[in-house]
C-alpha cells in the first residue's frame, strides 16, 4: 500500500457502540470507521487500500472495491474487499487498545477535517 502519503491514520481502542458501528476511540476524541466505510461504499469510486496494524502485528490489508455482502452463515451484511471480510477483522478485533487504521480512498479526497484526510499519525506508515 503506496499511497500511505495521502490517507486517513487513526489509532486507538476498536469499540463496536450501540448504533452498530465501529469506532476507534483515543485520548484526542473519536473517529467512526463504520461512518467512513459508508462514504466509500456509497460513492461512485468503491476503490479502497486499507491496512489494520495491533502496535507491530499487521492484521489486515487489502486494496480493491469495498463490497457489502450478506453472510449465509450469520445472516450478517458486511464489508468485504476482493472476498476478504473486513467486518470479521473488525469484529474480532473489538476491544483492542493499540489498532492502527489507515484508510486511502480517492472519495474521502477533500472532506477537510471531518476524516482528517491527509494526516500521518502513526510511526507504521510507509511512503513511497
Known sequence: MAKYKNSITHS???VYN???NYELQSPT???NISEILDRIHTSSNKYIEIKIMNCCKLIFEEKGNLMKYKSYDAGVV???I????LGDVLFFNTGENFLDIAIFAETLNG???KYS???QQTTN????
Open 12 to 14: 486507538g481502542r476498536l
Open 18 to 20: 450501540q448504533d452498530a
Open 29 to 31: 476524541g473519536i473517529v
Open 78 to 80: 458486511d464489508y468485504h
Open 82 to 85: 476482493n472476498g476478504n471480510c
Open 111 to 113: 472532506t477537510g477535517d
Open 117 to 119: 484526510y491527509g494526516k
Open 125 to 128: 506508515q510507509v511512503i513511497g
